[in-house]
C-alpha cells in the first residue's frame, strides 16, 4: 500500500516509477491482500491520500467507528467516544484501499506495475535490484536512479543496509500472538453487534476486538500471550476454544458462527517491531512504511505512519534539490517519529487489553477530556494527538509522558472530572506555564 | 576464541568436535590475530579457563594491571586501584591467547582444526553448515549432530536465526569510533610508563587509554565521537592530528614516536553493541560470545563473558541429558547476563572517559569502597562484581543501580569516605536490611 501510493504520489510529481509487487494482481486474482482483512484508516494517512486526490474515495469503502465499544466478561456495555463529536477512525478494507491505489498509481500514466516478482536483492551502491518472476523463475535485474523500499517488516533493502557499518536496527516480538476470526453477516439485517463502533472485550492482558467490514461482517482478533495459563498454547482441543470462549466473550460467542472453522483455518501469527535508522543509503536507496519502523497494530496506527512517510517525503521532494541531502535530512529527521509510535503502540496494548476497564486509567481519562474542554489549545489527549491531529509522533509521545505525570498529580490532590471546571483550572494553570 | 576454548572443554568431556575458522592458521601464518591487539583478562574468564587447566599458564603471555593510571591535561597523573591489595586485571595478547587455546585444543585428541574456512550458511533443521575454502574456493557442506555458532558479532548461524519466528535481536553502534595507536618499546629499559596499569587519559566524551603488551610496547586506543568538534571528522590533515595531540595528550606524545604512522596504517573503526534472544535454534544450534552478545569494550569484560558462557555451559552439558532442554534451559537463564554486560558496558564509556575525572562520582567511588571496607559481605563495589567475581552480571547490574540510589542519598546527607566509621555505619545499616 505504501508503495502504490508513494509511486502515484512520485508520479504525480512528474516521476517515472516502476512498481514490483510479490504477489499477483490483487484487482484481477481472487487472493488474499494480507493477513490483517481490515485496518483503521485516521487523519494521517487521509492526509497523505489526499494529495492524490483520494480522500474522498475512502468514503465509499470505509465505515466511520466513533467510538470504542466495550464488552465486559458479564456482557455489559459501554461506550467510550476516540475523540470530540464528529471524529471518527475508519474501518477499510486492504484489499480495497490496494486495489485504489493501484488504480490511481496507474491513471496516472507514468507508473508502470510488475506483479508477481518478489524482490531478492539489492545493490545498494549502484541502486540495482533484482526480482525473482514467479511465473517463469525468471530472474530480472534493473539499475535505476533511486530505489524506494517499501516492501514491508521483513525488507530485502532493509537486511542489505544491517550489514552496512553503523547502521542500527532492533527486531522484537511482544509475548502475544494474534489469531483473526469472524462474525458473519446476519441476514437482513447485516451487522450483528453496532456497526459504527471498534469493538473491544478487554480481558487484561489479552482481548479481543472486531472492526466492522462493508459486507455486513465483522473481522475479530484475538490477541494473547503465546504461553502461560491464558495463552495460546493452552487451547488445544475444540472444547478447550468453545469453553475459553463461554467464559470471557460470551456475548461474542453467538454471533461467531463459524469460530471453529476460523479457529483452525487461520494461522497463530507473532507480533513484530521493527526499528532502523538511518532509513537511507546515500543518495541511493531509502526505506518507507514497514520496511523502515514496523509497528504492532494497537493504535491503529502502522499504515497511518506509512502512508504519513511519503507525505513527508513529499514535502522534502520539494524542498531539496540535491537527493542525498534530501534522504539523509529526512531519515535524521523522520527517524525520532518512527521510534516513537513504535513505543506508543506497544504501550497502547496495555491499554487497550487492561487499562480502558481500569479505574484508575477511567478518571485520568475523563479528567483529561475535561482539561481539553478548558485548555482546548493547551491540552490534547494523547489519543487524539496521534489520531486527530499532525504532531509529530515523537512530540505526542513527550507531550503525553508530561501530561500522564500532570493527570497522576490531579489525581492523587483528590481533581477529577467531577471536579467544578474552576477547581480543575486552578489546578492545572500551574503545570500549563 | 571462544571457538577454540569451547572445543577443548567439549572434547575434555569425550565429545568429538570439528573446528572451523575463518582465518589462516596463526601459529604457522605471520598474520594479526584480529584488530584489538591485547585484552583484559579476568577472573570470569580465568574460571573458564581453569576448566581446561589453562589458567596458570596465562602468568607466562599476561602482563597485570593493578590500578587504573589516569593522565590529566597538564600532565599530572594518579593512581586508582582496581579492587582491594592482591586484585589484578590482565592485558594479555589476543595473538598468544588464540595459539594457546588452538594448541590445548589440538592436544586433547578429539578437536579437528580446519583453517581458511569461512562459514557461509547454516541449515538450521538439520545442522548443516557451508564452508568456502579460501585455499581453492571450493564450497564444503557437512552435517553435524549439534553446531556451535561462536563467529562473532557478525555472526552467520544468528543471521539465519534472525529471520526465524519470534527471534529478539538489535544491533546498536554508539556514536564513538576507535582507532589503534601504540607506545613502542623504549630501548633497555622497556616500557616508557607504568608497566602495571592500565592507562587512561580520560577527556570528557573521548579518551586514550594505554595496555602493556610482552614486548614493552604499549598498544593505546583512541575513543572519540565520529563527528562533532573534537571526533574523527574533524581530525583531516597531519598538522589536525598533532595539534589534538599536543592539546589532550602531552604528556603521551613523547612516547608514541610512530604517531602519525599508526594514524594512517590503522582504521577508524565503529563498535557495535549485540543483543539476540534466544541464543539456541531446538536442540541443534547455539550461539556464544560476540555471536549471541557482542558487547563495546569499556568494561574488559567482551573475551570474559564468552569464557564465561563456555564455563556455564559446561555445567548445564553435565546437569541435563536432553541436548533441546538443555540449549533452551542455558538460553533462558544466560541471556538476561549477556544482555546486562551489553548494557554495564555501554555505562562504563562514560565512567572511563568522563566520570574518573568526575569529583562527584570520586567522591561516591571513595564512600563504595569505605562500606565495603565496613559491610564486606553485604557491599561490594560494581566493578569488583563485574570483574572480581562470579556473580551473575544480571545481578551486578540491579546490584549496582541500588548502590547507586544508596550512595546519592548518603552523599546529599553530606557522608563521605572521610566521615566516622560510626557515622558511616548508622546511614549504611538502615539500607542494608
Redesign the interface.
Known amino acids: 500500500m505504501v508503495g502504490s501510493l508513494l509511486a502515484a504520489t512520485l508520479a504525480k510529481k512528474g516521476f517515472n516509477v516502476d512498481l514490483y509487487e510479490r504477489r499477483p494482481d490483487l484487482r484481477r486474482a481472487d487472493i488474499a491482500a494480507g493477513r490483517s482483512i481490515n485496518l483503521a484508516l485516521s487523519d494521517r494517512g487521509l492526509k497523505a491520500l489526499s494529495r492524490i486526490g483520494s480522500d474522498e474515495a475512502m468514503h465509499s469503502i470505509a465505515i466511520p467507528m466513533h467510538s470504542r465499544f466495550l464488552h465486559d466478561v458479564e456482557g455489559n456495555t459501554s461506550l467510550m467516544p476516540y475523540g470530540k463529536e464528529g471524529q471518527y477512525i475508519n474501518s477499510i478494507s486492504r484489499g480495497d484501499l490496494n486495489k485504489h491505489l493501484m488504480d490511481v498509481a496507474e491513471a496516472t500514466g507514468n507508473v508502470k506495475l510488475y506483479f508477481n516478482m518478489p524482490c531478492t536483492d539489492v545493490d545498494l551502491d549502484t541502486a540495482t535490484v533484482s526480482f525473482k518472476n514467479k511465473d517463469n523463475g525468471e530472474v530480472v535485474t534493473k539499475q535505476y536512479d533511486r530505489v524506494f523500499g517499501t516492501d514491508g517488516a521483513?525488507s530485502v533493502g532493509r537486511n542489505k543496509m544491517?550489514?552496512t557499518?553503523?547502521?542500527?536496527?532492533?527486531?522484537?516480538?511482544i509475548s502475544s500472538g494474534y489469531k483473526e476470526l469472524s462474525m458473519p453477516p446476519v441476514p437482513d439485517t447485516k451487522w450483528a453487534i453496532d456497526k459504527n463502533s471498534l469493538h473491544i472485550w478487554p480481558r487484561g492482558n489479552f482481548m479481543l476486538i472486531a472492526l466492522p467490514n462493508m459486507d455486513g461482517s465483522f473481522t475479530c482478533t484475538l490477541f494473547m500471550p503465546?504461553e502461560g495459563e491464558v495463552g495460546f498454547d493452552n487451547l488445544k482441543t475444540d472444547e478447550d476454544v468453545i469453553k475459553f470462549f463461554n467464559i470471557y466473550f460470551k456475548d461474542a460467542v453467538p454471533h461467531m458462527s463459524t469460530l471453529l472453522d476460523d479457529w483452525h483455518n487461520n494461522a497463530t501469527s507473532?507480533l513484530i517491531t521493527v526499528k532502523s535508522d538511518p532509513w537511507h543509503y546515500k543518495d541511493k536507496v531509502l526505506l518507507l512504511g514497514d520496511a523502515a519502523h514496523a509497528i504492532v497494530p494497537f493504535y491503529g496506527q502502522g499504515m497511518n505512519a506509512g502512508f504519513e512517510d511519503v507525505d513527508i517525503l513529499s514535502d522534502y521532494i520539494d524542498k531539496y534539490s540535491d537527493w542525498g541531502d534530501m534522504f539523509k535530512a529526512y531519515s535524521t529527521e523522520r527517524a525520532p517519529d518512527g521510534h516513537a509510535i513504535a513505543e506508543l503502540a506497544i504501550r497502547n496494548y496495555r491499554e487497550m487489553s487492561d487499562l480502558v476497564a481500569d479505574p484508575h486509567f477511567v478518571k485520568k481519562r475523563a479528567l483529561s477530556g475535561k482539561i481539553n474542554e478548558l485548555f482546548p489549545d493547551q491540552w490534547l489527549p494523547l489519543y487524539s494527538m496521534v489520531t486527530f491531529s499532525h504532531i509529530r509522533y515523537s512530540e505526542a509521545l513527550s507531550k503525553g509522558d508530561w501530561q500522564n505525570d500532570v493527570l497522576e498529580q490531579l489525581v492523587a490532590k483528590g481533581i477529577s472530572a467531577d471536579s467544578s471546571s474552576d477547581e480543575i483550572k486552578t489546578a492545572v494553570l500551574p503545570h500549563l506555564s
Not at 165 to 173: L, M
Request: proline content about 0%.
Open positions: 521483513f544491517m550489514r557499518d553503523r547502521f542500527n536496527y532492533s527486531q522484537y516480538y503465546f507473532s
